[in-house]
């Protein structure tokens, strides 16, 4: 299914009536990697860092700061491009409500980082909503 995002962008960037959140936010991420800059730039990028910033995927956090991390090494250069500004909207919500702290040091597969104990490198879970899963 295929969301029609210049809707959702018209309708103040609300969630579509009976839409799983989980399935469109792994929409938007696909749709970062694609070469059509409508979809991409006007729409996707729109969407999801205004969904980010404010909070409507805060459950989802490291789950999309996990997938932008693994697009540093994308083949699609957009894919490269769109991660880091996706990053910034997630540490900024978490400037403002503290999210991903409380999120990561509930994570049974979390390493202590150096310092206070606390690591904000995003790994790849295979239970992630979004994870990529091999062929």
Do not use: K
Not at 29 to 44: G, K, N, V
Not at 74 to 94: G, H, K
């Amino acid at each position: 299914m295929t969301t029609d995002w210049q809707s959702v962008i018209a309708s103040g960037l609300e969630i579509p009536e009976d839409a799983n959140v989980d399935d469109r936010v792994c929409e938007l991420i696909e749709a970062l990697r694609s070469p059509d800059p409508t979809l991409r730039d006007d729409q996707a990028y729109v969407v999801l860092a205004n969904w980010i910033l404010r909070g409507v995927v805060d459950d989802m956090l490291v789950d999309i700061g996990e997938r932008m991390s693994s697009r540093f090494a994308d083949d699609e250069i957009q894919a490269r491009t769109f991660a880091p500004l996706i990053l910034v909207a997630a540490v900024r919500r978490d400037s403002m409500q503290d999210v991903l702290d409380a999120r990561l040091d509930r994570r049974p597969d979390r390493t202590p980082g150096p310092g206070d104990g606390r690591s904000l490198a995003f790994q790849q879970r295979a239970d992630s909503p979004c994870a990529v899963r091999p062929g």
